[in-house]
């Protein structure tokens, strides 16, 4: 049988167990994760500093406000045709594209769902949760108070909007942008991960691509 190669594309708000269902998604189904890795494969691909590409991570305008502080120092023409935030986000498309054709991938953020919107085998999930719930996550996980883990919550969201507002032609978290959305806070991670699984089966017919997993 023709190696015939499927993405899922997972936006999510920041603590709602996107990470750990899209792990569990890739495990499952035999598939390669991307979530910071693919910042790396970017940075090896461009010859620029990985570092570059973590800063921007998921941030609109971060390189002009980063920037206009050193310009006179490095040279405006050097930001204008070298790093900016467009040209370190077609380096990460160009990443995405390439892993997507010769692998099965679980990809995290970054707007793949829209970079990869012509892919034959996809699909797009956004999963979010009850803030609350994300506090106590992010509490648990980062040692944070409460209150600093829902200012970076409520940062985190507006820059990842802003990040996919801008680079795509959808609305981040809006229920038309996706297959699936769902509140992983409603039947917990567990659960959330089986509904989205037979989802994702079903959308893309993995039916015997999961019998033979678990055999």
Same mark, same amino acid.
């Given at each position: 049988?023709?190696?015939?190669?499927?993405?899922?594309?997972?936006?999510?708000?920041?603590?709602?167990?996107?990470?750990?269902?899209?792990?569990?998604?890739?495990?499952?189904?035999?598939?390669?994760?991307?979530?910071?890795?693919?910042?790396?494969?970017? *940075?090896?691909?461009? &010859?620029?500093?990985?570092?570059?590409?973590?800063? @921007? /991570? +998921?941030?609109?305008?971060?390189?002009? =406000?980063?920037?206009?502080?050193? *310009?006179?120092?490095? &040279?405006?023409?050097?930001?204008?045709?070298?790093? @900016? /935030? +467009?040209?370190?986000?077609?380096?990460? =498309?160009?990443?995405?594209?390439?892993?997507?054709?010769?692998?099965?991938?679980?990809?995290?953020?970054?707007?793949? /769902?829209?970079?990869?919107?012509?892919?034959?085998?996809?699909?797009?999930?956004?999963?979010?949760?009850?803030?609350?719930?994300?506090?106590?996550?992010?509490?648990?996980?980062?040692?944070?108070?409460?209150?600093?883990?829902?200012?970076?919550?409520?940062?985190?969201?507006?820059?990842?909007?802003?990040?996919?507002?801008?680079?795509?032609?959808?609305?981040?978290?809006?229920?038309?942008?996706?297959?699936?959305?769902?509140?992983?806070?409603?039947?917990?991670?567990?659960?959330?991960?089986?509904?989205?699984?037979?989802?994702?089966?079903?959308?893309?017919?993995?039916?015997?691509?999961?019998?033979?997993?678990?055999?």
């Amino acid at each position: 049988m023709a190696f015939n190669p499927f993405v899922i594309n997972i936006g999510r708000q920041l603590g709602a167990g996107g990470r750990t269902i899209g792990h569990r998604l890739a495990e499952t189904l035999q598939a390669r994760y991307y979530d910071k890795e693919i910042l790396s494969l970017a *940075a090896s691909e461009s &010859g620029f500093s990985p570092e570059f590409f973590e800063r @921007s /991570d +998921e941030r609109k305008s971060f390189f002009r =406000s980063f920037f206009g502080t050193i *310009a006179p120092v490095i &040279g405006a023409d050097f930001y204008n045709h070298q790093l @900016s /935030d +467009e040209n370190l986000f077609n380096h990460i =498309s160009s990443a995405i594209r390439k892993e997507s054709q010769q692998h099965s991938c679980v990809f995290i953020g970054r707007c793949a /769902d829209y970079i990869l919107r012509d892919h034959p085998r996809h699909v797009n999930i956004f999963i979010a949760a009850d803030t609350e719930d994300r506090a106590q996550r992010m509490m648990k996980e980062q040692g944070l108070s409460h209150k600093n883990a829902i200012k970076i919550i409520e940062q985190g969201d507006a820059n990842r909007a802003d990040f996919y507002n801008f680079y795509s032609n959808k609305t981040w978290g809006m229920a038309t942008t996706y297959d699936l959305c769902i509140n992983s806070s409603v039947l917990g991670l567990e659960e959330t991960f089986q509904i989205i699984l037979d989802f994702v089966v079903k959308k893309l017919q993995l039916e015997h691509h999961l019998t033979r997993t678990a055999e």
